[in-house]
T-cell receptor, first 111, second 112 residues
Framework: SQKIEQNSEALNIQEGKTATLTCNYTNYSPAYLQWYRQDPGRGPVFLLLIRENEKEKRKERLKVTFDTTLKQSLFHITASQPADSATYLC??????????FGAGTRLFVKA | DGGITQSPKYLFRKEGQNVTLSCEQN?????MYWYRQDPGQGLRLIYYSQIVNDFQKGDIAEGYSVSREKKESFPLTVTSAQKNPTAFYLCASQVTDNTEAFFGQGTRLTVV
């Protein structure tokens, strides 16, 4: 079965630095890959979507890469701020209303 | 404001009791979903619906039931057959697949 792996350990970084989160998957590549932010006790919020034929996508301080050869997506937050502290979920979208979510990586940005 | 609303935020269930979680959206989305989230695990799909009066089982449908009588509403019933119902339940909607999903704020269900 398809598996998706995100760093289970929390990522701690200093304010102003770039945070890089990793999403690895097995087997076949999805048509789309999405990243969401989730704050404690709240529902996830959509951040970015990247298609399998796109290498990179940017939105303000966020950047996502998608490497179907490595079966990996990297999510970058530049000039990180304490307000960026949250859990970030990677989701593989295979179409047909079938999306697989990772367990998420917790990010802490220290002032 | 358009959005997706779940209620209640917290719910307590006694052993052997059925409970219903509400999910309403005013985004005019056709697709709606129910997920379960447990600590350290990814969201797991319980049921989804692509259109009114139609729904499909997800990966962990046992012990749950849904209905989709209106486009705006997709309630989830957690039945007494669900042996381990304590979890955080999330409802989501999409225009169609392969687009961003909009999530509600979640319902935390606890068995007492």
């Amino acid at each position: 079965s398809q598996k998706i792996e995100q760093n289970s350990e929390a990522l701690n970084i200093q304010e102003g630095k770039t945070a890089t989160l990793t999403c690895n998957y097995t087997n076949y590549s999805p048509a789309y890959l999405q990243w969401y932010r989730q704050d404690p006790g709240r529902g996830p919020v959509f951040l970015l979507l990247i298609r399998e034929n796109e290498k990179e996508k940017r939105k303000e301080r966020l950047k996502v890469t998608f490497d179907t050869t490595l079966k990996q997506s990297l999510f970058h937050i530049t000039a990180s701020q304490p307000a960026d502290s949250a859990t970030y979920l990677c989701a593989l979208d295979y179409g047909g209303f079938k999306t697989i979510f990772g367990a998420g990586t917790r990010l802490f940005v220290k002032a | 404001d358009g959005g997706i609303t779940q209620s209640p935020k917290y719910l307590f269930r006694k052993e052997g009791q059925n409970v219903t979680l509400s999910c309403e959206q005013n985004l005019n989305h056709d697709a709606m979903y129910w997920y379960r989230q447990d600590p350290g695990q990814g969201l797991r799909l319980i049921y989804y619906s692509q259109i009114v009066n139609d729904f499909q089982k997800g990966d962990i449908a046992e012990g749950y039931s849904v209905s989709r009588e209106k486009k705006e509403s997709f309630p989830l019933t957690v039945t007494s057959a669900q042996k381990n119902p304590t979890a955080f339940y999330l409802c989501a909607s999409q225009v169609t697949d392969n687009t961003e999903a909009f999530f509600g704020q979640g319902t935390r269900l606890t068995v007492v």
